[in-house]
């Protein structure tokens, strides 16, 4: 959400009967899922269109920022409400990547459930307070972090896609952050691919900036594959009840989004202006707009100070609101489209959005990936830093910082950076959870971030554009 950055998405499995059962058809013995893969425009279980449906899942809220997923008393608990809802994902915000979730990812698949999984945290995230906060915590611990979380998920098949980044850019006036978003999103697809691990989907949830959300879209969507999102989630909580389709705006949004390269969906919604029949419901899963949009998550299972919840806790005893039963009976009346549901198989990458007084990004070169972090992609992350209070916080950077390292002249432009030649300092991104957090002062570091293009990184990198 705009107010809070907290991301949760559910997506459901299609209450529709058919989508349930061919899910539940498709389940091995071992009871997993199977995996989710992006098809043009939209995403596919095996050769069955598949739509997020589900809720976001951020007990104890942004501020209290802990691992749901290991919990899993708590957790056996709320997936007999999942389950309840009729969905087929949760989104969770922050994960400890120190710890195991063999167990938590089980209960999940058991259920039918997939993992939209948020890889910052607030310890490890991009500041996108200033230029210099943004260069200063994309550096290797960062990038250490996020590729741990990548370690320890990658191996589920109920992994449905991961977030690079949620609401760093949250008004007019930050659209700076934009380069070292899209930086963190090609180094994810870098190591996944390195690493060897399937094509997990890595894409960008993004804040509804009225001014500046369709040059989001664009400029996550353009340039070479290797540094395009594989999906692109919106937070989106523009239909307040009573509304429609027309009413909502949100035929205007199909419009627009007409041709869109890659998967779109709603990573939050449900506005809390008046009260939450969850209409919105019957026109996501409708041909209106599933041409366009892949579902939606709606924001969120827990009630926290923002009051958005669909359950309250009372003595660690959690009770379904009106709010949840609400959404059950329109998850539950609003099957998927038959068929393919109009998506379009064969797309193409977006055009790079003209800079402009609202969109501060004035080429299509992104800072390299910090020198230091090369190493993750041949010799894995190793061990996560976890979400304990001993842990040294990203933002206060990585040797990438020190002055010996960082190319002082300041040029943007070069075009054959290989890999290790960019040495960049930066961070830019709050994670949703990060966006509550106090940003401690940071070192004073008067260094500037090589830029190099797209096509020089991944040149360097060793990939095929
Ligand atoms: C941020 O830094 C880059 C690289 O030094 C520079 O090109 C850009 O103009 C700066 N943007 C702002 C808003 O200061
Ligand atoms: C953006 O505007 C807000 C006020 O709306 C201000 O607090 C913030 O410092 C500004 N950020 C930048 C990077 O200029
Ligand atoms: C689909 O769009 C039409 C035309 O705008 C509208 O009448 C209808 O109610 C919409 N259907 C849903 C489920 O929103
Ligand atoms: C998780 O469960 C414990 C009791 O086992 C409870 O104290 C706590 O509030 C629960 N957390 C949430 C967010 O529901």
């Known amino acids: 959400m705009k107010i ?60 209290d920022a802990a691992d749901p997923l290991i919990n899993i008393p708590n957790l056996t608990r709320d997936v007999a409400n999942f389950k309840k809802l009729g969905i087929n994902t949760i989104r969770v915000y922050t994960v400890d990547n120190s710890a195991s979730h063999d167990e938590g990812m089980k209960l999940l698949a058991d259920a039918g459930i997939y993992l939209a999984l948020d890889a ?7 500041n996108r307070q200033d230029n210099q906060t943004l260069y200063q915590s994309y550096n290797e611990n960062y990038l250490q972090s996020i590729f741990a979380t990548i370690d320890a998920f990658a191996k589920y098949s109920n992994l449905l896609l991961i977030i690079n980044g949620n609401e ?78 027309t009413g909502a705006g949100w035929d205007k949004k199909v419009e627009r989004y007409t041709g869109y390269g890659v998967p779109i969906f709603m990573a939050e919604f449900g506005c809390i202006t008046n009260r939450r029949d969850w209409n919105e419901v019957a026109a996501l899963y409708s041909t209106n707009m599933t041409s366009v949009y892949s579902g939606g998550l709606a924001y969120e299972y827990t009630t926290e100070a923002n009051g958005y919840g669909l359950v309250s806790t009372t003595n660690g005893k959690v009770a379904p609101n009106a709010d949840f039963t609400r959404l059950e009976a329109a998850y539950k009346k609003t099957p998927n489209p038959s068929g393919d549901g109009g998506y379009s198989a064969t797309t193409t990458a977006s055009e790079c959005p003209p800079a402009s007084d609202d969109w501060e990004v004035t080429d299509d070169l992104i800072p390299a990936m910090p020198a230091l972090a090369q190493k993750f992609m041949e010799d894995g992350a190793g061990k996560g830093p976890g979400l304990g209070d001993d842990v040294t916080p990203s933002q206060y950077g990585g040797e990438s910082y020190s002055a010996g390292m960082v190319e002082m002249d300041g040029s943007a432009a070069s075009s054959n950076g290989g890999s290790g030649s960019g040495t960049t300092s930066g961070s830019a991104t709050s994670s949703s959870a990060a966006d509550n957090v106090v940003i401690p002062p940071f070192m004073m570091m008067l260094t500037i971030p090589v830029f190099v293009t797209v096509g020089g990184v991944l040149a360097g990198m060793g990939l095929v554009l």
């Open 120 to 126: 910052n945290t607030p310890e490890f995230s991009l």
């Open 4 to 63: 809070t950055a907290v991301v949760a998405s559910l997506a459901a499995i299609a209450i529709a009967t058919p989508t349930v059962n061919n899910v539940e058809k498709r389940q091995t013995s071992s009871g997993a899922l199977p995996t989710v893969t992006v098809k043009g425009n939209a995403f596919f279980a095996g050769d069955e269109r598949f739509y997020v449906r589900g809720v976001a899942y951020q007990p104890g809220g942004a501020a």
């Open 168 to 245: 760093v850019i949250n008004e007019r006036n930050n659209t700076i952050a934009a380069p070292y978003i899209k930086a963190l999103q090609r180094d994810m697809k870098a190591y996944i691919s390195a690493r060897e691990y399937r094509n997990i989907p890595v894409g960008y949830a993004a804040a509804d900036v009225a001014e500046n959300v369709d040059q989001q879209l664009a400029y996550f969507d353009c340039g070479p594959d290797g540094v395009r999102g594989d999906f692109f989630a919106l937070n989106d909580y523009s239909w307040c009840d009573p509304n429609t389709f």
